[in-house]
């Protein structure tokens, strides 16, 4: 395993933060995600139940309100035209395969449109506009005018539907690991000892009639096959000799990934609870559009987590880290109201800025890719085989989804030896 960090884990970044691991990336784990509850369940790592318990904050424009349920607070003409476009959502995602998207009815149709396009075409009203917006920058971290149409509609059937990647109860949110996401990696990698070389970067991969040379800053390494488990954006770092087939080269250049800064404020008290909120807020604008309770399993740590997204983390990531704290705080006290100023310990992680990421949660793809590429995504190049949560056909762009493509890789492998 050559790894290009100084560690593990990849989208997943647990650190010590007070009296509890933080989780600065991936921290989830839903109802259907039985691959990284299998690796939990045999790694012995613990999960605990998302709090969720009180109302939740929505804020559309200058508006903050507060709702009960799964269904946000909204006119009557909204409401239930956002019941309309769920209902509709529902019936067009059943029809993608998952395992072959491109093969959708209406396929090219579909892929020629942004998300954005197919919004003002079906939805009137700013309540139901905006409440999909903001569930577009929650779940891809992206704008709907990046997303391919079809794209969103496959990773909707991916991950169980709109409703289930976007709520707590029964939904892609509903529970956190104990100690932290990041320690399933480090667990499967304690024991690998010297076959672990972390900290150097792979410059070149070359093929022989029967080897893979890999080219790496610790030196060279011979195998017969080799994974690459990394984002179809990081590969073109990569020197491919030979270069990889023309599509699959388009396709490594037309996957940009999302844009996430995660931050986390600790408090001396869970005041939000004490007002009957669950911690959970959504906006229409930023710099924060999501936040959630992000307190410790054990209840001796009260903490929120706040992401900016999409254009508001590119918008803030040049901002000084001084400003950016600011205007984050200025957002939780928007939501939760004065004392979220003051918290007593406070860290953000930009995910674009990490060298190895270049972005979070995952890789998109805007229109035209799916239909064009799509179908070489997970196809071998010779003797490289493609892994990572990108190349997943269920709960893709999440951990369950990274298990599965490293399971699907790893029988490639076998098969070909």
């Known amino acids: 395993v050559v790894e290009a960090r100084d560690r593990v884990g990849g989208r997943t970044l647990s650190r010590r933060l007070g ?29 605990f139940p998302q709090h969720c318990e009180g109302r939740k904050v929505l804020a559309i424009g200058d508006a903050v309100k507060t709702y009960a349920g799964d269904i946000p607070s909204l ?5 239930l035209e956002l019941q309309l476009t769920l209902w509709r959502l529902d019936r067009l995602t059943r029809r993608v395969p998952r395992q072959a998207p491109w093969e959708a009815r209406d396929a090219e149709r579909l892929d020629a449109l942004t998300l954005e396009a197919w919004k003002r075409r079906h939805l009137r009203t700013r309540g139901a506009r905006a409440v999909l917006d903001i569930a577009t920058r929650a779940i891809f971290a992206a704008e709907p005018e990046e997303l ?3 794209h969103f509609l496959f990773y909707l059937r991916s991950g169980g539907g709109l ?23 480090e667990m499967l990698a304690a024991p690998l000892g010297d076959a672990l070389v972390l900290g150097s970067p ?40 030979p270069a990889p087939p023309a599509m699959r080269d388009q396709l490594l250049q037309r996957m940009p990934m999302g844009s996430v800064i995660k931050c986390v404020a600790v408090y001396d008290r869970p ?72 918290p007593v310990e406070y860290v953000d992680h930009d995910w674009s800025a990490e060298r190895f990421s270049g972005g979070c949660y995952v890789g ?31 709960h893709h762009g999440y951990l369950d989804g990274a298990i599965e493509a490293g399971e699907r890789a790893a029988d490639e492998v076998l098969d070909a030896l």
């Open 163 to 185: 409703m289930r990647l976007s709520q707590i109860r029964d939904g892609a949110q509903e529970r956190r690991f104990v100690g932290g996401a990041q320690q399933l990696s």
């Open 75 to 79: 006119s009557l003409p909204s409401l």
């Open 271 to 342: 005041f939000w609870r004490e007002r009957g909120l669950s911690g959970e807020a959504v906006s229409d604008r930023g710099p924060v559009q999501l936040a959630f309770d992000d307190s410790s399993h054990d209840g001796t740590q009260h903490a929120l987590v706040a992401f900016l997204l999409a254009g508001a983390a590119r918008r803030a990531a040049d901002g000084a880290p001084d400003t950016r704290r600011r205007q984050v705080l200025d957002a939780l006290v928007r939501f939760f109201g004065p004392e979220a100023a003051r």
């Open 364 to 394: 998109l793809m805007p229109p035209g890719v799916l239909t064009t590429c799509g179908r070489v995504l997970r196809e071998p190049c010779g003797r490289l085989h493609w892994a990572g949560t990108e190349t997943a056909t269920e």
């Open 19 to 47: 009296h509890d691991v933080i989780d600065l990336g991936g921290q989830w784990i839903g109802p259907t995600q039985r691959r990284v509850e299998k690796l939990a369940e045999a790694l012995g790592v613990r999960t």
């Open 202 to 241: 792979v410059r070149a991969l070359e093929q022989t009639e029967d080897r893979v040379i890999v080219r790496a800053r610790k030196g060279d390494l011979e195998a017969r096959r080799a994974i690459l488990a990394l984002a179809p954006a990081l590969v073109d770092r990569i020197e491919l000799r």
């Open 148 to 150: 391919s149409f079809l």
